[in-house]
């Protein structure tokens, strides 16, 4: 269920991006599955199978885009956004400034001296 709620996110994430003109992206994931996915060029079934499908056809009309694998621990911001998401109730959008939340973490994460 994880992989099929991250596989979504970023589906919906690559509409909004395609929507905006966006052109150089690179997708950050903790999820091992789902990097593995994007990289298979297999058509073999999976859970997130028709998600990854339309994935790949969104990744084919950027410019450049990437997938990386990342540590659960350094994406704590993402973690925190992705919580965040859960209980707002208006659409936003952090194109101008980070909100608060991002800033905070960003701060506690800081290694002091």
């Known amino acids: 269920m994880l992989s099929h709620t991250k596989a979504t996110t970023i589906r919906s994430t690559l509409v909004w ?8 992206i690179i997708f950050e994931s ?5 990097i593995e996915a994007q990289k298979d ?3 073999k079934l999976s859970p997130v199978g028709q998600i990854t499908k339309d994935i790949k056809a969104l990744f084919s ?3 450049e885009a990437s997938f990386s ?3 659960h621990q350094a ?6 956004l992705a ?3 859960l209980v707002v109730v ?9 909100p608060n939340l991002i800033i905070d973490i960003r701060i506690e994460d800081t290694p002091k001296p």
């Open 17 to 24: 991006a395609r929507s905006r003109g966006f052109q150089n």
């Open 30 to 34: 903790d999820s091992l599955q789902i």
């Open 41 to 43: 060029t297999s058509t």
């Open 61 to 63: 009309t950027i410019n």
């Open 69 to 71: 694998l990342s540590r």
């Open 75 to 80: 994406n704590e911001v993402a973690h925190q």
């Open 83 to 85: 919580r965040y998401g």
């Open 90 to 98: 208006d659409e936003c959008s952090l194109m101008d400034s980070p």
